[in-house]
């Protein structure tokens, strides 16, 4: 059997004396879609962080494409994460002082693009998550949708071969979620990216090919969709 692309191995993490994780694994395959549910506290977002290379886990293992992440340092965690990955975080990450053209250009830019190329391609993300008008407003001025949309252009825009999106649909309406989502996944699907997709909305990890449960920091289930899936 072929190694997946992204893997976590019992994977523990605690914050002061709160335990986030204990015991989480975690597998993914290129082009895979795999929803990370549970509620709230449940430890999403930190399992997400850890496989995305963000937080270094206390312990257990982290590997992508063979390379033993939590090994990284700080500095080459942030270059893997800059080449190989799309971040939305789920408390946002945009810059305020860049227009909304600027950030969503930045990764570009910081991987030495020229800078009209990295407009352009800016642009173009804009345009298909159907914010192309706020390019040049500053992300202050925009409202909750408004601004996943641009995180969301901003975490495809480098091409990344992971997407890790934390809650990338909470403030969009029924009708948003669904467009945002379509786009997203087809774009993937397309690319041969992987998504790990966080989410405490069933609705939306039903867009998902695979759902890993998290309860009290451990993942409890997995479970495929489609035929056969409970
Ligand atoms: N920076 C932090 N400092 C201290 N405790 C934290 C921190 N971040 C998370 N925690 C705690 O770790 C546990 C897991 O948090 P996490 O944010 O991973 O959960 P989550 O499943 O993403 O929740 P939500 O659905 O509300 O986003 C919770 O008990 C939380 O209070
Ligand atoms: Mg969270």
Not at 71 to 97: I, W
Not at 99 to 123: E, F, H, Q
Not at 182 to 199: C, F, Q
Request: overall charge negative.
């Amino acid at each position: 059997m072929s190694e997946p692309l992204l893997s976590g191995r019992n994977l523990r993490k605690a914050y002061d004396r709160t335990s986030a994780l204990d015991a989480a694994w975690f597998d993914l395959s290129a082009g895979e879609i795999v929803a990370v549910t549970g509620r709230s506290g449940s430890g999403k977002s930190t399992l997400m962080l850890c496989l995305a290379g963000v937080l270094r886990p206390d312990s257990g293992e982290v590997s992508f494409d063979g390379v033993r992440v939590d090994r990284l340092s700080e500095a080459e965690r942030s270059l893997l994460r800059r080449r190989e990955f799309g971040l939305v975080l789920q408390f946002g990450q945009l810059l305020p002082e860049l227009t909304v053209d600027d950030n969503v250009a930045l990764p570009l830019l910081l991987d030495g693009r020229p800078r009209r190329d990295a407009r352009s391609a800016a642009r173009m993300w804009l345009e298909r998550f159907g914010v192309a008008e706020l390019a040049l407003a500053r992300p202050g001025q925009l409202s909750g949708g408004e601004l996943q949309r641009v995180a969301l252009a901003r975490a495809l825009v480098t091409g990344p071969r992971i997407v890790f999106a934390d809650e990338p649909t909470g403030a969009l309406d029924s009708a948003g979620t669904q467009q945002v989502l379509e786009l997203v996944l087809d774009t993937a699907r397309h690319e041969g990216m992987s998504v790990v997709l966080v989410t405490h909305d069933n609705t939306v990890a039903a867009f998902a090919d695979r759902e890993v449960v998290l309860a009290d920091g451990c993942t409890t289930s997995v479970s495929a969709f489609g035929p056969g899936a409970s």
